[in-house]
């Protein structure tokens, strides 16, 4: 099977690259990429006025199976994933059973492979049931297949813990991924301040996010030790791992498309919709998430898909669960808010949400357009505008603020090994 990409703008941070060029398909591998390519293909594709850049990673989804299947599932989120033009996603072990052991994880991967649509690269957790009480085998799970490590939702509030969790993950060519939240500090539902007293609910303090990521970041320099902190919002936390970064500390982090779209003032309007953990802060930690991202500080964005039922944030403000689905708004959201009022290139969001992941996760044959790597790419349409509507909505759930808005920019084609698992009609 060929299929060759026709005058699209070829976008590719590895090699330097923000072109008008054509890109041949081969199987599952890319072929050639040139200016101009008139072999004959099984299928063309038109991407004029298109970006055609390396498939989307996503290092931090969740997909609820097994266990919460009438959230989503491995299926419908995929669906998700490659609908929003993500061709690798890697769900967060909060499911149940949890995959602590190689029996769950496997079945998990395997279940991936079954749905076959983009590539799903489960985290193991770090401790027993996400208990934080006993760690698991980390090799049994790495050479299973868990592509790192988290006690996602479920911070470990052992320091000796962590530490210990940190080294047998290092050891292994791996990584701890933290959620970073002091416990102590963190019960609420939104952030702490004025919306928060609006509505009289209890706010999170931002020291919550900071506390925990001021104690991982030290146990990373002084032992020498990657840690990779989970979808920062605040000011302070980019604050702190831009200084530790200067200093050499093997840090790195995350952020997602709300932390750069939205204020807590979101939560006014669509209420329990705009409710997630962490939560959205204020203006000036928004601009810090944007200055995080363009300067290299922030190394990646990831979604933090969180599918709720419409019944289960129907309980109110003060009990809903957190978490908002995300797969199929994250372009919109870099073009309106990155692309649009020019604070990063598509060279920069090639990086943030391929190439760097691709390093991260140690996926040599993906992030970038390249003779001989894995055909995984991603083909948007930066021009499109829309209402985002329910009825669009691919995930099994609808918790989105995003609903009801008018967007910009789309994914119009997913192609994962060479495959073209999505078409934007």
Known sequence: ???????????????????????????????????????????????????????????HCHLREPGFEHKETIETGSKSAVAGGFTTICPMPNTKPTPDNAEVLKKIIEEGKRVNLCNVLPFASVTKGE????????EELKTAGAIAFSDDGMPVTNARMIREAMFKANELGSFVSEHCEEKSVSSGAINAGKVADELGVEGVLPEAEEIMASRDIVIAETNNLHTHICHISTKTSVDMIRDAKKRGVKVTCETCPHYFTFTVEEVLKTG???????????????????????????????????????????VGLAKA?????????????????????????????????????????????????EVGKTA???????????????????????????????????????IVNGIVVYEDK
């Open 321 to 369: 669960p957190n978490g908002i689905i995300g797969f199929e708004t994250t372009v919109p959201a870099i073009i309106m808010n990155l692309i649009d009022t020019n604070e990063l290139t598509y060279l920069d969001i090639a990086r943030l949400t391929s190439y760097t992941p691709s390093v991260l996760l140690g996926l040599k044959d993906k992030g970038t357009i």
């Open 1 to 59: 099977m060929k299929i060759l990409l026709k005058n699209g703008l070829v976008v590719d941070y590895k090699n330097n690259i923000l072109e008008k060029l054509d890109v041949l398909i081969e199987g599952d591998k890319i072929k050639k990429v040139s200016k101009e390519i008139n072999e004959e293909a099984d299928k063309v594709l038109d991407c004029t006025n298109l970006i055609v850049m390396p498939g989307m990673i996503d290092m």
């Open 272 to 314: 329990v919709n705009a409710r997630m953990n962490p939560p959205l802060r204020e203006e000036k930690d928004r601009q810090s998430i944007i200055k995080g991202l363009k300067d290299g500080t922030i190394d990646t964005i990831i979604t933090d898909h969180a599918p709720h039922t419409e019944e289960e944030k129907a």
């Open 131 to 138: 208990k934080g009480e006993e760690l698991v085998d980390f």
């Open 376 to 414: 995984d790419i991603t083909i948007i349409d930066p021009n499109k505008e829309y209402v985002y509507t329910k009825e669009m909505v691919v995930s099994k759930s609808k918790n989105s603020p995003f609903i009801g808005k008018k967007l910009k920019g789309r994914n119009k084609y997913t």
